[in-house]
């Protein structure tokens, strides 16, 4: 599956039981995210991670806007940031200490040192809603189990892996009571327990249904249309220059004077925006102006 383009996340459920499930894969949308910086490979499973889990999200929570989970803290991580909108666009971004040496393998605890979640849900109209997240465990995967139960009540489990090529997620979740089609009580057990079992790679390097067969095969599992996701960015020259405006017209004016013309690149995907005295004194009126 290594060389096949495979963007994709899908929701199954269990016949006669309330518990529901996401799996998601990605490849070329992880990595188009991961090749913006020369990341470690430490940051970069990392990420992968915070990717896989933005993408369940975004199909467990259901809006029309912006899904987001940022992490934030003292540690040698400054700053880490996923982002999906309602069209399966996916971004994100970390920034770290570069003077660090860092492990393969590294713990969220450790490096946000002090630090917490951020989830924000925006929808395109209507109030944004942020939670925070305390890491109570030392994964994002524990995080996350714990947004669930403090937001909607529901038990969830979620199961996360990335290694620099690959990211993906497995998520189960038991519905209230009153949704269940029968009495299956041991079913959530059963379900947690058998998916626990599930290696890194099995979760990467299978497709839904394999996964699905290989761990739940004495199960009757309902498979739904798949979606296919993909990176992309949703800054643009308007956003960018409201930003530069947002400095204030002394700053801009400063910047103008120094460099002639102000050049803004995105961080997620370093499409350069340039901004010449014209663009911002139609903006911030004469207060700009250089002359
Ligand atoms: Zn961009």
Request: proline share 2%; charged share 25%; with cysteine.
């Amino acid at each position: 599956m290594n060389d096949v383009t495979i963007n994709e996340i899908q929701r199954f459920s269990f016949d006669n039981t309330n518990v529901r499930g996401e799996h998601v894969v990605l490849n070329s949308a992880y990595q188009e995210i991961i090749k913006r910086k020369n990341y470690p490979l430490g940051i970069e499973v990392l990420l992968g991670e915070f990717v896989a889990a933005i993408a369940l999200l975004r199909d467990i929570i259901k809006i029309d806007g912006v899904l987001s989970i940022q992490a934030k803290g003292n540690g040698f991580l400054s700053a880490l940031m996923t982002e999906c909108d309602e069209q399966q666009n996916l971004r994100g971004i970390a920034q770290w200490d570069e003077e660090q040496v860092v492990p393969d393998t590294i713990s969220l605890k450790e490096v946000l040192a002090g630090g917490y979640l951020v989830i924000t849900i925006a929808p395109r109209n209507g109030q944004r809603y942020q939670g925070i997240v305390e890491l109570v465990g030392d994964s994002l995967a524990e995080c996350l189990e714990q947004y669930f139960y403090q937001s909607e009540q529901l038990p969830s489990r979620v199961w996360l892996a990335a290694n620099g090529a690959q990211c993906g997620g497995l998520f189960l979740q038991r519905l209230p009571a009153e949704q269940a089609q029968s009495g299956d009580e041991d079913a959530w057990e059963r379900f947690t327990h058998l998916a626990a079992t599930v290696k890194d790679e099995e979760l990467l390097g299978l497709d839904t249904e394999t996964l699905l067969h290989r761990l739940y095969h004495e199960e009757e599992v309902r498979l739904y249309e798949p979606k296919t996701l993909q990176f992309g960015c949703s800054c643009s020259r308007q956003r960018t220059l409201d930003a530069v405006i947002s400095m204030g017209a002394d700053e801009v004016r400063q910047l103008l004077i120094e460099q002639g013309s102000i050049q803004a690149d995105c961080q997620f995907c370093a499409e350069q925006y340039v901004f010449t005295e014209t663009d911002l004194v139609g903006q911030l009126g004469d207060q700009a102006q250089t002359h």
